[in-house]
């Protein structure tokens, strides 16, 4: 079975943010080493593609089953109902094409230390702290 992967994030009016959902991608896909036949991103809001288009554009390229994977980190209302909604259109339209939804990124149990990780050492608080001091001069 072809399975791809569809990452979707919010969208934003600011280009170089969705830019860099792209970048991401990008990267993801570079590191799936054949995971997925193909990965793409699609934004819920603001940019192209929408999550429809994104969703199609894979099913076109042969996609059987697509992994929706939410770059969201908590269960807002877009999370909890927006994504599934947008989903649940192009579902109804492919009912051949197995189409779910992952945990959202939040969700991860990498994220503790992730969180550690980008903070840097325990003395980076005070380095940062004095970093933002000079920069407020």
């Known amino acids: 079975m072809k399975t791809s992967l569809l990452v979707v994030a919010h969208g934003s009016r600011r280009a170089e943010s969705n830019d860099e959902v792209r970048a991401l991608t990008e990267r993801v896909r570079a590191h799936a080493a054949g995971r997925f036949a193909e990965i793409e991103c699609a934004f819920l809001e603001l940019a192209p593609p929408t999550i429809p288009e994104g969703l199609e554009?894979?099913?076109?390229?042969?996609?059987?089953?697509?992994?929706?994977?939410?770059?969201?980190?908590?269960?807002?209302?877009?999370?909890?109902?927006?994504?599934?909604?947008?989903?649940?259109?192009?579902?109804?339209?492919?009912?051949?094409?197995?189409?779910?939804?992952?945990?959202?990124?939040?969700?991860?149990?990498?994220?503790p230390e992730l969180l550690l990780a980008m903070a840097g050492p325990a003395d980076a608080p005070a380095e940062l702290e004095s970093a933002a001091a000079r920069h407020d001069r």
């Open 57 to 111: 554009q894979l099913i076109g390229r042969g996609a059987e089953h697509i992994v929706v994977l939410p770059y969201f980190l908590a269960a807002g209302r877009h999370v909890a109902e927006d994504i599934p909604e947008e989903v649940a259109g192009t579902r109804s339209q492919h009912p051949d094409v197995r189409i779910e939804i992952a945990p959202y990124l939040g969700t991860s149990g990498a994220m």
